[in-house]
């Protein structure tokens, strides 16, 4: 098993709830899905480095290239939509799926290392 999912909080959604500074410490060993929109990868909140980028209307499609068996966090600004997405991936039977709680916002006030572009 995977040391951040094993970390993870359950909720009821079948999902694990993990925290930004321990996402930072894995992000290189874990797939990182932001399900923002382009716009706001660009925006001041930035996005994670390696992030792959898949809004979450695209997140059910692009999931069809994912083995189901790998470890994935799913980011967003708040943790709303990718707590959303993370359920549907649950439901489509990924195994283990994780919310990074707070989002970007919590990253960012955690003051962890991201990547702003301009558009």
């Known amino acids: 098993m995977n ?15 993990v925290l930004p ?6 992000c290189n ?9 382009p716009h706001e990868l660009t925006g001041e909140l930035g996005h994670i480095l390696g992030v792959e980028h898949a809004p979450l209307a695209t997140v059910e499609a692009a999931a069809k290239s994912w083995s189901k068996d790998e470890v994935i966090v799913l980011v967003c600004r708040s943790g709303a939509r990718s707590g ?13 799926v994780m919310n990074m ?18 558009a």
């Open 3 to 17: 040391a951040l999912y094993e970390s993870g909080v359950t909720n009821a959604a079948g999902y694990r709830d």
């Open 21 to 26: 500074a321990q996402v930072a410490a894995t």
């Open 84 to 96: 959303r997405a993370a359920a549907a991936l649950r439901a489509m039977g990924f195994r283990r």
């Open 29 to 37: 060993e874990v797939h990182v899905v932001d399900v923002r929109e």
């Open 101 to 118: 709680a707070g989002g970007m916002l919590a990253w960012n006030e955690a003051k962890l290392p991201v990547e702003r572009t301009s």
